[in-house]
């Protein structure tokens, strides 16, 4: 039996909850499906060491300021965690935990929705699904007869998981530098491989500043002025108290990527070579976006074109929460707010004609 609902969030992580929060204030009836069993979206599923940007006041979705703990400055990823469960209980937002949207069909003057827990109707869809399920990993040469250990962003935890191993780690983000940072913090062996040199932001900068200069760079666009490059001008990696700490310590030396692994580690295109037990590739995501597959919509680089939130080729979708391309900074707990406004207010003026 198919139910019914007027608009379906699909995620409910930090985007799909606060789509959730706008259309309860518009009194648009909606359901949120989440694919995870428990609240807390990707965070859940993050390494023990992993902490924000920024302070909880400025890491906060819309209504519900993230209220701090003693001691405390950047909120680590349980914290998060605790604050999306409590924003979902306060606003009692009706999100449907345990169920996995598969497609997303035309049907009519509405939108069909596949779930392994059946088929859902509905007039509007808000997909909300991240990129944390969908990690990348770059074809390098010899992935493929690497004799150790291959780990993505995603299944990394702990450094003790590693101890006595040589760790080569493959990135200069965020992540690639959190995590070296932890490994050699821990005393690890480790091998840190980035595609540049790494791109430090100044110490004071923080996930504030970030949200107000991409939010400035897309006001700018939308004015037609020049582009100024938005976060990626400043750097690519924020520099966190542990990213600092090793860096002073002379832990965090960056060597240029290796041209291919071998059976034992890893070879640089001056022949010399690093033994290795373990891989952990630090190399991003993509947007999951596989249950839209039916609706025909995929443009470049993996993208569907939008205006805004809503999609190019389908009003009555709308995507929120996988990057600039779907909002500034809405893939972040601060920036996020803005573009589930928008995409609410829009979606309420459709169910009204």
Same mark, same amino acid.
């Given at each position: 039996?198919?139910? =019914?609902?007027?608009?379906?969030?699909?995620?409910?992580?930090?985007?799909?909850?606060?789509?959730?929060?706008?259309?309860?204030?518009?009194?648009?009836?909606?359901?949120?499906?989440?694919?995870?069993?428990?609240?807390?979206? %990707?965070?859940q599923h993050t390494w023990d060491s992993l902490r924000l940007f920024s302070p909880a006041a400025y890491s906060s979705l819309p209504g519900r300021i993230m209220p701090g703990r003693p001691g405390e400055t950047y909120p680590d990823a349980g914290h998060v965690?605790?604050?999306?469960?409590?924003?979902?209980?306060?606003?009692?937002?009706?999100?449907?935990?345990?169920?996995?949207?598969?497609?997303?069909?035309?049907?009519?003057?509405?939108?069909?929705?596949?779930?392994?827990?059946?088929?859902?109707?509905?007039?509007?869809?808000?997909?909300?699904?991240?990129?944390?399920?969908?990690?990348?990993?770059?074809?390098?040469?010899?992935?493929?007869?690497?004799?150790?250990?291959?780990?993505?962003?995603?299944?990394?935890?702990?450094?003790?998981?590693?101890?006595?191993?040589?760790?080569?780690?493959?990135?200069?983000?965020?992540?690639?530098?959190? =995590? %070296?940072?932890?490994?050699?913090?821990?005393?690890?062996?480790?091998?840190?491989?980035?595609?540049?040199?790494?791109?430090?932001?100044?110490?004071?900068?923080?996930?504030?500043?970030?949200?107000?200069?991409?939010?400035?760079?897309?006001?700018?666009?939308?004015?037609?002025?020049?582009?100024?490059?938005?976060?990626?001008?400043?750097?690519? =990696?924020?520099?966190?108290?542990?990213?600092?700490?090793?860096? %002073? %310590?002379?832990?965090?030396?960056?060597?240029?990527?290796?041209?291919?692994?071998?059976?034992?580690? #890893?070879?640089? #295109?001056?022949?010399?070579?690093?033994?290795?037990?373990?891989?952990?590739?630090?190399?991003?995501?993509?947007?999951?976006?596989?249950?839209?597959?039916?609706?025909?919509?995929?443009?470049?680089?993996?993208?569907?074109?939008?205006?805004?939130?809503?999609?190019?080729?389908?009003?009555?979708?709308?995507?929120?929460?996988?990057?600039?391309?779907?909002?500034?900074?809405?893939?972040?707990?601060?920036?996020?707010?803005?573009?589930?406004?928008?995409?609410?207010?829009? =979606? #309420?003026?459709?169910?009204?004609?």
């Open positions: 039996m198919t139910q =019914i609902s007027d608009v379906l969030v699909v995620g409910g992580g930090q985007a799909g909850l606060a789509a959730g929060y706008h259309l309860r204030r518009l009194g648009v009836e909606f359901t949120v499906l989440d694919a995870d069993t428990a609240p807390g979206g %990707a965070w965690v605790d604050y999306l469960a409590d924003y979902e209980k306060r606003y009692e937002l009706p999100v449907q935990h345990g169920v996995r949207a598969q497609a997303v069909h035309r049907d009519g003057g509405r939108l069909r929705v596949e779930t392994d827990a059946g088929d859902w109707s509905a007039r509007a869809v808000v997909s909300a699904t991240g990129t944390w399920s969908r990690p990348f990993l770059p074809a390098v040469p010899g992935r493929d007869i690497f004799t150790g250990r291959q780990l993505h962003t995603v299944a990394y935890r702990r450094p003790a998981d590693f101890a006595g191993r040589r760790v080569v780690v493959v990135g200069g983000g965020n992540s690639g530098a959190q =995590i %070296a940072a932890d490994l050699a913090l821990a005393g690890i062996d480790l091998t840190w491989a980035t595609q540049r040199p790494p791109r430090y932001l100044a110490d004071d900068i923080d996930g504030r500043i970030l949200f107000d200069v991409a939010t400035a760079r897309r006001r700018a666009l939308d004015e037609g002025r020049a582009d100024s490059g938005g976060v990626a001008s400043l750097g690519d =990696i924020v520099a966190v108290p542990p990213v600092r700490a090793a860096r %002073a %310590a002379g832990l965090l030396a960056a060597r240029p990527m290796f041209t291919r692994l071998t059976a034992t580690g #890893a070879t640089w #295109a001056d022949g010399s070579h690093v033994e290795a037990d373990t891989v952990i590739w630090c190399t991003g995501f993509r947007p999951a976006l596989a249950h839209l597959a039916p609706l025909g919509l995929r443009g470049t680089r993996g993208h569907i074109p939008t205006e805004g939130t809503q999609a190019a080729g389908e009003p009555r979708l709308h995507l929120l929460g996988y990057g600039d391309w779907t909002g500034p900074a809405s893939a972040t707990l601060i920036g996020v707010g803005r573009a589930a406004r928008d995409a609410a207010r829009q =979606i #309420a003026r459709l169910l009204s004609t």
